[in-house]
């Protein structure tokens, strides 16, 4: 169904972690997300960001996505994600497998720039080429287009003065006036970023570590722990020339489990003696136990007994669905280290709801009927810091935010966790996290944790997937995480697939590539190729 969206962008801006500290060696500050790139600690005189397209404060109060030239929409017009799409293509095609060490990582800024991090200016030129002028004016033609014939939404474009509706003239001259592209010049490859993280995530907990995320925005890796001896354990195990690359908070809250307190995703997940527990994140196939269920994290799952457990649609009794008891041994139905379960439909009951792939836009409670239709996964050029995402939570509802890390650590989740800036309460655990255009809904992930008010940890989608055995559900599936060659089964020539790729004897291309990256890193290694043997093995990859 058709529904209009308004946005909330106080939310979107607020990127970075408030109240902590991160220490270096020389206790230096974790830099906030601001309008001027001044604030990090190296020199950045070569940065082109230019602010072409800020149109006033009044439109970010009215709290809309700003397009350029006093006018913006109700609706994310995926522009950057779009150009980076050409970037990541052209990165595949002449570099392979291994990432040139002149590139960074990319982010979207809070005017939904895309910003191309590069180490050295001879980089610019290169990228430049690949993002040319032609390229930019075809990519936002084909958004502007996409805007006017969106019939998945109710898109209304507005001035920024007025907050009247504009024009489709003002359209056209907001998309002539945006900038899309800027280049920001940094110390650290993303090779580097990657290979400092791996680093510490293989010594999460021997170092003591609470927290580990890559920020490509902020062009470092960020590690929590809770003593001055863990952090100097820490900084020890950190070559030198990575140093400057890693911030340390000392202390800082834990992640705490969203859960405590709708079947569509969003739906709420009850149970019979002690209420709320958590939220669906979306329906799903377990290909390797036959059975439709939903997906959501394990905390939801297990903390109460399982065998009374249902999931309520609205406040309608006669819509409850029960579901079936799990065992936390059952590789099919759960992954402790990324505190991701599925749980199957009971088939006791007369009330089916295998192939809906809907999620709920308004609280379970409300017994509300609007509702977004998923229509796959998101692609690894959106898979961006920066890219706005939607959250739904039985406690705190529809939400905007942006995501903040594409790479993260926590308690619960020991792998295959991102960082959103959305604001999660008990009751939304397990709620679904997803990327929201003029002419798709693609999920992401699913919310699992927090560690302030605007730091919310969650599960990657690609990951869940493959390590429970999933499918989406309809008309929503793309393509089985893990199934490189695309013969329906995930199985050791998947793993050679990857590993021919790896080895420069394979060239994978569209949606083999994205069933390839099996932990959502962006990249593909030797490390996916394992996690696919793993599994076929009868082992868990996480």
Same mark, same amino acid.
């Given at each position: ?481 893990? =199934? #490189? ?8 020539? +998947? *793993? $050679?697939?990857? %590993?021919?790729? @790896? /080895? !420069? ?11 390839? =990256? #099996? ?8 490390? +996916? *190729? $394992?996690?696919? %043997?793993?599994? @076929? /093995? !009868?082992?868990?990859?996480?």
């Amino acid at each position: 169904m058709k529904k209009t969206i308004s946005i909330l962008l106080t939310l979107i801006l607020i990127m970075g972690l408030a109240g902590t500290t991160f220490a270096a060696n020389a206790n230096s500050m974790m830099p906030p997300v601001t309008n001027d790139f001044a604030v990090n600690s190296y020199n950045e005189s070569n940065d082109e960001t230019q602010r072409t397209d800020l149109v006033g404060e009044n439109a970010i109060r009215q709290g809309n996505f700003i397009v350029a030239d006093g006018v913006y929409l109700d609706i994310y017009d995926g522009l950057a994600n779009e150009v980076n799409a050409v970037l990541d293509d052209y990165l595949r095609e002449t570099y392979g497998m291994i990432l040139p060490d002149n590139y960074a990582g990319v982010y979207i800024d809070e005017y939904l720039n895309l910003i191309v991090c590069v180490t050295d200016n001879h980089a610019k030129t290169e990228y430049r080429e690949v993002l040319s002028d032609t390229v930019i004016a075809e990519k936002k033609q084909e958004a502007m287009q996409s805007i006017k014939a969106s019939d998945h939404h109710d898109v209304v474009v507005r001035s920024a003065d007025t907050g009247e509706v504009a024009s489709q003239t003002a359209l056209e001259n907001a998309y002539e006036a945006k900038q899309v592209v800027s280049y920001r010049t940094v110390p650290f490859s993303l090779n580097e970023l990657n290979a400092l993280y791996d680093l510490l995530a293989d010594q999460f907990e021997e170092l003591g570590m609470f927290q580990l995320a890559r920020y490509e925005q902020f062009n470092c890796v960020t590690a929590s722990v809770d003593t001055d001896e863990q952090r100097a354990a820490v900084l020890i195990a950190v070559p030198e020339k990575w140093q400057e690359a890693l911030k340390v908070e000392v202390g800082g809250k834990h992640p705490t489990l969203a859960a405590t307190e709708d079947i569509e995703g969003g739906n709420r997940i009850l149970n019979n003696t002690s209420g709320g527990v958590g939220t669906v994140g979306f329906n799903a196939y377990n290909y390797a136990t036959a059975k439709y269920g939903v997906a959501t994290c394990n905390h939801v799952t297990g903390l109460t007994d399982k065998s009374s457990k249902w999931i309520q649609y609205g406040s309608r009794a006669n819509l409850q669905i029960p579901l079936n008891n799990h065992s936390v041994t059952n590789k099919n139905n759960v992954c402790v280290a990324l505190d991701a379960a599925f749980d199957p439909f009971n088939n006791t009951t007369s009330v089916t709801w295998a192939t809906s792939n809907k999620l709920r836009t308004q609280y379970g409670k409300d017994n509300g009927s609007s509702y977004c239709t998923v229509t796959g996964i998101i692609a690894n050029s959106s898979f961006v810091v920066g890219t706005p995402v939607t959250k739904i939570g039985y406690t705190t509802n529809w939400q905007y935010g942006t995501i903040t890390s594409t790479s993260s650590t926590a308690g619960s989740v020991a792998g295959g966790g991102f960082q959103t800036n959305h604001y999660v309460q008990p009751g939304d655990s397990g709620g679904p996290i997803f990327y929201c255009t003029a002419s798709n809904d693609l999920l992401a992930g699913i919310t699992c944790a927090k560690s302030s008010d605007y730091v919310t940890w969650a599960v990657k989608i690609k990951p869940l997937m493959f390590a429970l055995s999933l499918d989406l559900v309809g008309s929503a599936k793309q393509y089985r995480v893990g =199934d #490189v060659n695309g013969d329906g089964v995930v199985n050791a020539t +998947d *793993a $050679t697939w990857v %590993t021919q790729a @790896v /080895n !420069g004897t394979r060239t994978l291309t569209g949606n083999q590539w994205e069933a390839a =990256d #099996v932990d959502m890193s962006k990249t593909i290694t030797s490390a +996916d *190729a $394992t996690k696919i %043997t793993t599994k @076929v /093995n !009868g082992g868990n990859p996480w």
